[in-house]
């Protein structure tokens, strides 16, 4: 054993004594701990109270309300059958269900539902996070991992959101815990993982990446033919039943026979179809990305993955980032897989950190550690509550004041398309319409774009005017016979929406803070606003 070569990939089988003078590592039992995590994120499920990205909603949420309640909207990528029902299904479409046959559909209990779920689901993978921890650098880390994991603002942001990036996330991280790093006859835990990234994959083909590397590493450790193809035949009967779960599910969904995966990745790579929600440079994932999840627990992490011995998810989280870093678009949440790893090697730093302090010769020798330590901290829970609570708020506040509304309310979105929840958070068939962005072939600008470039020559076209307070309806763009009663914009357009404005005899009915902007040297509010004819 002394000379064996010693494996990167292969966890703590030994760690140095655990036991410091005056520092206690000894966390609760399991079922204590999951208690604590899962209230805790329920918690976290109901402050964040912000916009963050569209899919949140358009791609789960809204999928779900129409296949349950009969109404919502379907975006372009479900026509096109990319997107898989499987995830809507596990996080949202089930509750809804259960809430529709036992009469409690309320819009309160359809809001806030699908994120207390959430929570639970992100406070199960929170344990298992600290189980791989305690596994892979011993239990002195993982009480500093547990201080990461409940303070990191990135995590507390989206993790008890409904984006497919954080049932992945979750399902990931139990998945590497049963993965058999260090050896190839687990095969029973070994079992567990596949069925776990099977569903990881399901849930979002990108996941795909992490477990590629894993198999790839595991095949690499095995001498035995005999082990190699029960590998395989686990994972060929694993992934047939999976697919063909997959096309049931989908074939409900969508009355027909849809091989999503497939259909996504053709897609993708044949049209580069990320490219059409923006472009970034092949070094944004680590220049900008990773910086900005990690925000002040970066210099911990650097600690942590130079001095930990362990790199074996170190290897992982380079690997996935370089994948991710290949295709233009990118995104903050694409890297939400990793970070809970990130934030092991974090929790090392912080544990290295904190004893580095300890050894000082001073009076209150913990000071300086313990200030340090708190500023960083403090920093994350600061971001944690600005971000869920101040920055972009306004598309949740603006669906408050649409439920408000009567029945015979028309309410139209002017701005840039999917900005805020639809009928998912409004539970009730009124009238709702958004200025559609969906890619075409065809050439020319969509409506949203159009709109962006002149706002008032937009919407004399797009409501047919031939005249101040004479109104056409576009049908082709799915306007309904009659003006909205309710139209909701953004601050920078009112200046050229105003003459429409007045013309047809609209007026302020509320406005929300969108964001805080810092200009002319100072801090000032950016609206949402929302406007409603004279009658209403």
């Not at 999928?63 to 919502?72: I, K, L, Q």
């Not at 079992?191 to 590397?213: E, V």
């Not at 290897?315 to 934030?343: G, Q």
């Not at 920078?492 to 803070?513: A, C, M």
């Amino acid at each position: 054993l002394r000379h064996r070569k010693k494996d990167p990939l292969s966890p703590i089988t030994s760690f140095p004594s655990e036991k410091k003078e005056g520092i206690s590592y000894e966390l609760p039992s399991d079922l204590q701990l999951l208690c604590f995590l899962i209230l805790f994120r329920i918690l976290n499920s109901l402050l964040v109270r912000t916009w963050f990205s569209p899919d949140e909603y358009w791609q789960s949420l809204e999928v779900a309300h129409r296949s349950v309640f009969g109404y919502g909207y379907l975006t372009w990528e479900w026509r096109e059958g990319l997107r898989s029902f499987v995830h809507p299904l596990i996080s949202v479409a089930w509750l809804y269900q259960v809430l529709r046959w036992l009469g409690w559909d309320t819009p309160s209990a359809i809001i806030w539902g699908p994120r207390v779920i959430q929570g639970i689901y992100a406070g199960v993978g929170d344990l298992f996070l600290l189980k791989l921890t305690s596994s892979y650098m011993g239990k002195s880390t993982t009480p500093w991992v547990l201080l990461a994991i409940i303070t990191s603002w990135f995590m507390n942001y989206t993790i008890v959101r409904t984006f497919s990036n954080s049932l992945e996330t979750v399902i990931t991280i139990i998945g590497i815990y049963y993965w058999p790093l260090n050896s190839t006859s687990n095969h029973h835990s070994r079992m567990k993982s596949i069925i776990l990234g099977a569903i990881a994959f399901l849930i979002r083909p990108t996941a795909a990446i992490t477990w590629i590397f894993l198999g790839i590493h595991h095949l690499n450790q095995m001498r035995s033919i005999s082990n190699i193809l029960r590998f395989i035949i686990q994972v060929a009967s694993v992934g047939l039943l999976t697919l063909a779960i997959s096309l049931c599910v989908d074939y409900l969904f969508y009355g027909r026979w849809v091989l999503v995966p497939l259909n996504f990745f053709v897609f993708n790579l044949k049209n580069d179809a990320g490219a059409f929600y923006g472009t970034h440079p092949w070094h944004w994932n680590l220049t900008q990305g990773f910086p900005a999840i990690l925000a002040s627990y970066l210099p911990l992490f650097v600690v942590g993955a130079v001095t930990c011995q362990r790199k074996s998810l170190l290897i992982l989280i380079a690997w996935v980032t370089f994948v991710l870093s290949l295709p233009t678009h990118k995104e903050f949440r694409f890297l939400l897989p990793v970070l809970p790893i990130a934030l092991m090697y974090v929790g090392y730093g912080f544990k290295l950190s904190w004893e580095y302090f300890s050894t000082f010769k001073l009076k209150n020798r913990n000071l300086a550690g313990k200030f340090l330590l708190s500023v960083l901290v403090v920093v994350n829970v600061g971001m944690t509550l600005y971000f869920s609570l101040v920055h972009q708020a306004a598309p949740i506040q603006v669906m408050s004041r649409i439920r408000e509304l009567d029945s015979q309310a028309a309410v139209h979105f002017l701005t840039p398309c999917h900005s805020t929840p639809y009928y998912s958070f409004v539970h009730r068939p009124i009238e709702l319409l958004f200025l559609d962005c969906s890619p075409s072939e065809e050439e020319g600008l969509d409506q949203a774009e159009r709109f962006k470039l002149d706002p008032y020559q937009f919407v004399r076209e797009f409501y047919h005017m031939e005249s101040p307070g004479n109104f056409t309806p576009h049908r082709t763009d799915h306007v309904t016979s009659r003006l909205p009663t309710h139209i909701v914009t953004f601050e920078k357009y009112i200046s050229s929406l105003t003459p429409f404005f007045q013309e047809e005899g609209f007026v302020e009915d509320s406005r929300f803070v969108q964001e805080i902007e810092f200009k002319d040297g100072t801090l000032s509010p950016y609206y949402m606003l929302m406007y409603k004819q004279r009658t209403q």
